[in-house]
């Protein structure tokens, strides 16, 4: 039924409250839950950390406790997963989890530039060579803290997603404890804003291949 409600959805997004304690059983009715990299957990913690604190392989190494741009979830696997869902650990949170929704209707000239860009996808010695955006499956693929623009299409690339999601957020979801909220990763970027010494911030997550 939820992957019914899902796939029905135009917003690409849903929110189930007091489903938290049902992520990964939720995550298997929609596909293949699979941990972010090798060694990783399946329900993976994530907290804000420092630059110092960070993986090195992650957002955080490069934006710290900073504002997140938006992006893509496990953009280093050759297809990205298709579903991220999320569960808050905490009673309340003040930093929320913020979505845009990528156009699916594209000027044949922004298409394009899409089409014809070329990162450089880090993954250790399974890095590889991608465009932002696959036709064949219409998933945008775009992390700035894994790919590295090749081409000046690229770079075209980086300021084209850039500018499309500059003040287009379209949901803003303050997480309650036991909220699950679950994207579809191929149509749905997400990111956060910056998270103070002050605060806390840590949700669980789990990510589906299909």
């Given at each position: 039924m939820l992957v019914e409600r899902l796939q029905a959805s135009t917003q690409g997004w849903l929110l189930v409250p007091g489903g938290a304690g049902r992520i990964l059983e939720v995550a298997s009715e929609?596909?293949?839950?699979?941990?972010?990299?090798?060694?990783?957990?399946?329900?993976a913690t994530l907290t804000a950390r420092?630059?110092?604190?960070?993986?090195?392989?992650?957002?955080?190494?490069?934006?710290?406790?900073?504002?997140?741009?938006?992006?893509?979830d496990c953009a280093h696997w050759p297809v990205p997963g298709r579903y991220v869902l999320l569960s808050s650990l905490e009673d309340e949170s003040?930093?929320?989890?913020?979505?845009?929704?990528?156009?699916?209707?594209?000027?044949?000239?922004?298409?394009?530039?899409?089409l014809r860009s070329?990162?450089?996808?880090?993954?250790?010695?399974?890095?590889?060579?991608?465009?932002?955006?696959?036709?064949?499956?219409?998933?945008?693929?775009?992390?700035?803290?894994?790919?590295?623009?090749?081409?000046?299409?690229?770079h075209r690339a980086v300021a084209l997603v850039r500018s499309a999601t500059a003040g287009s957020v379209v949901y803003e979801h303050h997480w309650r404890k036991g909220d699950l909220l679950v994207l579809n990763n191929w149509v749905v970027l997400h990111s956060r804003?910056?998270?103070?010494?002050?605060?806390?911030?840590?949700?669980?997550?789990?990510?589906?291949?299909?």
């Open positions: 929609l596909g293949t839950p699979a941990p972010a990299r090798r060694g990783d957990p399946v329900v420092s630059h110092e604190e960070a993986n090195r392989r992650s957002l955080s190494a490069v934006y710290g406790r900073g504002a997140f741009p938006f992006h893509t003040p930093i929320p989890t913020l979505l845009a929704r990528w156009p699916t209707e594209l000027a044949d000239s922004d298409r394009e530039v899409l070329t990162f450089l996808v880090r993954n250790g010695r399974q890095s590889f060579y991608a465009g932002a955006l696959n036709a064949r499956r219409g998933f945008l693929r775009f992390d700035p803290g894994c790919m590295v623009p090749v081409n000046d299409d690229a804003p910056p998270v103070d010494s002050g605060h806390s911030r840590q949700l669980n997550r789990v990510l589906v291949r299909r």
